[in-house]
């Protein structure tokens, strides 16, 4: 008796993600960009981890996102990271380096880009700025 009532939750269950699924596509179809900057320098530790919860985070918002990463000058692996998680996350993910004039000052707030867009800059130099980022 109790195998049945198993089958019948796995398919209630099955049936209930496939429309939420089926919502979160279809909002994602028809919603506007959103664009993120993030500003990076030897983040080789954390880089795939923030790229994933802004993955998640367009996942579950269904919202379209474009990811900027603007690397100053890293060292390490941070760049070669990000290349490798192009087209992994379901966003648009570009790398572009950071021009030498603002290398090494504060960048806050929002940037309007060629196109009109307006981007959140979150400047992973400064310590606590990670935690502007969806769910991290």
């Given amino acids: 008796m109790m195998i ?3 089958w019948i939750t796995a398919v209630y269950v099955l049936a209930a993600a ?4 089926f ?6 179809k028809s ?4 664009h993120y900057t993030l500003v990076t320098s030897n983040h080789e530790g954390q880089i795939e981890w923030y790229i994933r919860a802004f993955g998640w985070y367009s996942f579950i918002s269904g919202k379209k996102l474009r990811l900027t990463v603007m690397d100053a000058a890293s060292t390490d692996q941070t760049v070669e990271i990000v290349h490798r998680m192009h087209g992994t996350a379901g ?3 570009s790398v572009v380096p950071m021009q030498s004039s603002v290398e090494h000052g504060d960048i806050e707030g929002t ?3 060629a ?3 307006i981007s959140e800059m979150i400047d992973l130099r400064k310590p606590h700025e990670a935690e ?3 769910y991290v």
């Fill in 23 to 28: 919502h979160a596509w279809q909002k994602r």
């Fill in 111 to 113: 940037l309007v880009l």
């Fill in 4 to 6: 049945p009532l198993l």
């Fill in 31 to 34: 919603s506007p960009w959103v």
């Fill in 115 to 117: 196109d009109g867009m």
């Fill in 132 to 134: 502007r980022i969806p």
């Fill in 91 to 93: 966003m648009e993910l």
């Fill in 18 to 21: 496939a429309v939420h699924l």
